[in-house]
């Protein structure tokens, strides 16, 4: 896939994944070792009331689902990102809840420094079960222009 | 639990320094299986033909070590509540097996939670530097924190 046929609008499900406790235990006391992650008794009496999963763990698992969905819009040596905006983890994700990941091209930049590559950016997004929005952010890759 | 930091503790222009994480190949690779399996996470050869020039962590996995330094330094000597994302976070380096990186943190701003009467949202700016003192992560980022008795 060239920047030039990047389309605004064009918006893909990268598929879904359902987030076992083991597995959010297991990322947080690696990255994120906060009581609400790790401890079973701390996170029921913390404002979340029970075990959540690392914000950190929701974005990897986006990151998952992109690449494993093969739809990356990826050059054939992979994504390389400068980085990301308004990363916001609306609700909890806690464990055995189904995460549905979304991404929507929404912007495409040219490059003055960099007339091989262009900018897209996108709107990243996970739902739950009932729809409603748990985690967004704006990404940002560069993508090879045509020759 | 009074030596825990609360919102009252932290003010704008507090700087704080935490370190340090010594990066692995291995655990460069692990990261990659499980959440991004990119040719350039995975392998030498393949990071060398991208800009990254050589295997480089994926961005999730600097983003998952800084928590981590910030966890050590910070957030597990505070009453600390979570956080409710990331406003911008720009990866300035690759990095690398053999990096040994360390974090550095400064108050943006404090803010009193409307919707949390007991606690407040305090603004981080997080800079990662590998061991030549190159910038290789910039990530603002806001925590909550819970207020004192």
């Known amino acids: ?147 | 639990m009074s030596d825990l930091l609360h919102f009252e503790d932290f003010h704008e222009g507090q700087t704080f320094s935490f370190g340090c994480y010594e990066v692995t190949q291995e655990e460069i690779i692990e990261f990659a299986r499980e959440f991004d399996a990119q040719p350039q996470h995975l392998d030498d050869d393949a990071g060398r033909r991208t800009i990254l020039g050589g295997l480089a962590a994926s961005g999730w996995h600097v983003c998952a070590m800084t928590m981590r330094m910030l966890c050590d330094g910070l957030l597990l000597k505070a009453a600390g509540c979570g956080g409710v994302g990331a406003d911008e976070c720009r990866w300035m380096k690759p990095v690398r097996p053999g990096d040994v990186l360390r974090l550095e943190v400064e108050v943006l701003e404090t803010r009193r939670s409307k919707s949390l009467p007991d606690a407040g949202f305090v603004r981080l700016s997080c800079r990662v530097f590998n061991q030549r003192e190159q910038v290789a992560l910039l990530n603002t980022t806001p925590i909550i924190a819970r207020r004192g008795a």
Not at chain 1, 123 to 143: P, Q, Y
């Open chain 1, 1 to 147: 896939m060239w920047f030039e046929d990047v389309l605004i609008g064009t918006k893909r499900d990268l598929g879904s994944y359902t987030l076992p406790q083991d597995e959010i235990m297991t990322f947080a006391r690696k990255y994120d070792p906060q009581p609400f992650h790790v401890d079973l008794e701390a996170a029921a009496r913390s404002m979340y009331g029970g075990i959540i999963a690392s914000g950190w763990h929701t974005a990897a698992l986006w990151m998952k689902c992109l690449v494993e969905s093969g739809r990356g819009d990826a050059a054939p040596d992979g994504i390389v990102s400068p980085g990301f905006e308004a990363m916001r983890w609306h609700k909890p994700v806690r464990a055995g809840m189904s995460l549905t990941f979304s991404t929507e091209v929404i912007d495409k930049v040219e490059l003055k420094s960099r007339g091989d590559l262009g900018l897209v950016k996108r709107r990243n997004e996970a739902r739950d079960d009932t729809g409603a929005l748990v985690f967004s952010f704006i990404g940002k890759s560069f993508v090879p222009r045509k020759p």
